[in-house]
């Protein structure tokens, strides 16, 4: 790698620490191609991306960074897990660490706050914007198809007393 592109990796990973909701630093020694692949690919659904870039380039990237903290974290063979969504890349991370005792979560930021594991762990159990959007939705909306139930019980009712009515004068 030569250093023009070693300049262009320090761009885009600036550009990650600084765009990223969340970005979450774990060990992934032992990790296989495939169980590599897997946890991208869970990535990538959720909306974020995997990356492993070499420690010292990292830490220059994150240079005057609002998560220039994590910087302590990046030894060894560590994998950079981040997404724009400040919850998504947590809760993939911890969700294949689950499955996985090869990957080891070491921490993390979301913004200019440091996570440690526990607080990465804390991360991921809260629920995703996308959860959150839907759950005030069904707040809002369960107001509205009250009413609509409200207005059109009465109907419904006076229905189903003329249909009895109805029914008990062709009795007689």
């Known amino acids: 790698m030569d250093r023009a592109q070693k300049e262009k990796l320090v761009d885009e990973l600036g550009q990650i620490f600084e765009s990223s909701g969340v970005v979450v630093v774990a060990h992934y020694a032992g990790l296989t191609v495939a169980e590599m692949q897997d946890l991208r690919a ?16 990292a830490k220059i990237a994150l240079e005057g960074k609002p998560c220039e ?3 302590d974290l990046l030894t060894g063979m560590t994998v950079l897990s981040y997404s724009e969504d400040p919850v998504a890349a947590a809760k993939v991370v911890d969700g294949f660490a689950k499955e996985n005792d090869k990957l080891v979560i070491l921490g993390g ?13 804390s991360v991921a159990a809260m629920p ?3 959860e959150l959007i839907a759950s005030i939705v069904g707040c809002i909306g369960a107001p509205a198809s009250n009413i609509a139930g409200a207005i059109g019980a009465p109907a419904s009712n006076i229905a189903s007393i003329l249909s009895t009515i109805e029914e008990r004068a062709e009795a007689a």
């Not at 659904?45 to 010292?56: F, H, W």
């Not at 930021?109 to 762990?121: E, F, I, N, Q, S």
């Open 42 to 57: 869970r990535m990538r659904e959720a909306g974020g991306s995997v990356r492993v870039a070499k420690n010292k380039l």
């Open 69 to 71: 903290s994590i910087g």
């Open 109 to 121: 930021a979301m913004g200019d706050t440091a996570l440690d594991p526990a607080g990465v762990k």
């Open 128 to 130: 995703s914007r996308e």
